[in-house]
């Protein structure tokens, strides 16, 4: 007999579905609450709150576990490739041979952006943060493709997914040459995803760009783990966006932006910039710690904590290895990777990160691969973004394919003023 939920309320009792997913987590239906009782619920940041049923990702925050369609993130790290796994979170299997191939070929084939695109980037100051350029360029690719992005029909929304993760490095490499005067590099299409992208950050019509392997390795690995996680706050905006039938476009772009907040994928920016301020300005670990517990102090430890993970955040000590091996191979010795690792030691030894289940997430290491492999620190979150874009689309994607599909409309608790008339409130 399928589980219920109880609830009584003043002297009747309403009885509500129990929903069981394919990982045992439980849910309360609460889909004719309002209907049965006249009663919502209020859940402040939703930390209690399911927002959908998906088949994409599983997270299980207290055994730190991590898979993208059933597979473990530590078994994609090793074996797969950026544009492989963002098929697998798109499609939802993992693609023979030939369909990689014209995975691959379809990317390929539309890195390249119009000329007209190009000249909006005239327009953003030198010093502008690329986020805001990305979400930016991100959400006027739309004026180019308006015969092709209705999110109901299946074939825009398959050349709209290839266009928006092609075309991505592109830009993202655009706004970084933009920023330091250098010549925008076009895309080449005899390189792999990766080395396009740091071909065209790198490279200079003044000499050649010897892609190294190594970084390129790096640089995939990071992208896997960065490529899907379940509602976090920036799918969570793009599945809202995408719920009004906005295009792909603009939902991307709203994720983009909701990306950019220090508390999400802004955090690997600020983690380095906390890192350079320990080392540049003579912080100590103790002081950093004191300043985080301090309640009067808005600062707090960037890169660790989580909504989900109340244990080691798997993408985290992934990276962390990673990190070793990259700098070891690269022949980098960085301080900021023995400060980070002091920070995390002092971290986990206290009580007020203990108690509260704080550990360090996938921004706490991140940052420093990124700079490792050249990229600058306000390009950190691009990257993050770059990685998240298959699993922002998997996420839309699976929400406009789903039968009964309804605009997202959370409903309130109203605790203004009760009605007042015009004159009245004119005399206060
Ligand atoms: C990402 O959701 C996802 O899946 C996100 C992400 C993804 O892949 O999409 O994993 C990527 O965004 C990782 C998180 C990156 N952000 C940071 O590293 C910023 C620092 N972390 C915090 O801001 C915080 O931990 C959050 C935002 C990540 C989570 O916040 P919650 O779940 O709302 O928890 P909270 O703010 O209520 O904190 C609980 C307690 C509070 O103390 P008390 O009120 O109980 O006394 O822990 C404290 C907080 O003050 N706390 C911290 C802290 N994080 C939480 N104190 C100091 N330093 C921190 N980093």
Same mark, same amino acid.
């Given at each position: 007999m399928a589980e219920k939920a109880l609830i009584t309320i003043g002297d009747k009792q309403y009885e509500l579905p129990i929903i069981i997913g394919s990982e045992n987590e439980k849910a309360i239906?609460?889909?004719k609450l309002r209907e049965m009782t006249g009663y919502i619920t209020l859940d402040n940041g939703y930390l209690?709150?399911?927002?959908c049923s998906s088949g994409i990702t599983f997270l299980d925050g207290e055994n730190g576990i991590l898979r993208y369609r059933g597979i473990p993130i530590e078994q994609l790290a090793e074996k797969s490739t950026f544009t492989e796994v963002a098929y697998l979170l798109i499609y939802g299997k993992l693609p023979n041979d030939a369909e990689l191939q014209d995975w691959n070929h379809h990317l390929t084939r539309h890195t390249m952006i119009h000329e007209d695109l190009k000249?909006?980037?005239?327009?953003?100051? /030198?010093?502008?943060?690329p986020m805001a350029i990305l979400s930016c360029l991100i959400a006027s690719l739309s004026t180019y493709y308006q015969d092709s992005y209705?999110?109901?029909n299946p074939e825009h929304r398959q050349i709209s997914m290839v266009r928006l993760i092609a075309k991505f490095p592109t830009l993202a490499a655009f706004a970084y040459k933009k920023s330091i005067g250098q010549p925008a590099v076009h895309p080449i299409n005899s390189l792999d995803y990766c080395s396009n992208f740091l071909n065209m950050m790198f490279s200079v019509p003044a000499e050649g760009y010897h892609v190294d392997p190594e970084i390129s390795k790096a640089m995939n690995l990071l992208l896997i783990l960065h490529a899907d996680h379940e509602q976090n706050c920036s799918t969570s905006t793009v599945r809202l966006v995408g719920s009004s039938l906005a295009n792909i476009y603009a939902a991307i772009s709203s994720g983009i932006c909701a990306l950019w907040g220090p508390r999400h994928g802004g955090a690997n920016q600020e983690v380095l910039e906390m890192l350079q301020g320990i080392k540049e300005k003579g912080w100590t670990v103790k002081q950093v710690i004191e300043n985080a517990k301090? /309640?009067?102090?808005?600062?707090r430890l960037s890169g660790f904590g989580h909504r989900v993970y109340k244990n080691f955040d798997p993408r985290a000590k992934i990276i962390k290895k990673a990190c070793d091996n990259v700098l070891n191979k690269l022949g980098i010795k960085d301080p900021l990777l023995d400060i980070a690792k002091e920070l995390e030691e002092a971290a986990l030894k206290d009580d007020y990160f203990v108690q509260r289940k704080l550990y360090p997430n996938?921004?706490?290491?991140?940052g420093i691969i990124y700079r490792a492999l050249g990229i600058p620190t306000n390009m950190f979150t691009v990257m993050f973004g770059m990685g998240r874009l298959p699993g922002w689309i998997a996420q839309w994607k699976e929400m406009i394919e789903a039968p009964g599909m309804k605009i997202g409309r959370p409903r309130q608790i109203y605790t203004g003023p009760t009605e007042i008339s015009y004159s009245d409130a004119k005399k206060k």
């Open positions: 239906d609460i889909t209690n709150t399911g927002a000249r909006l980037f005239n327009g953003f100051p /030198k010093d502008g943060h209705d999110p109901e301090d /309640k009067n102090s808005t600062f996938v921004d706490f290491y991140s």
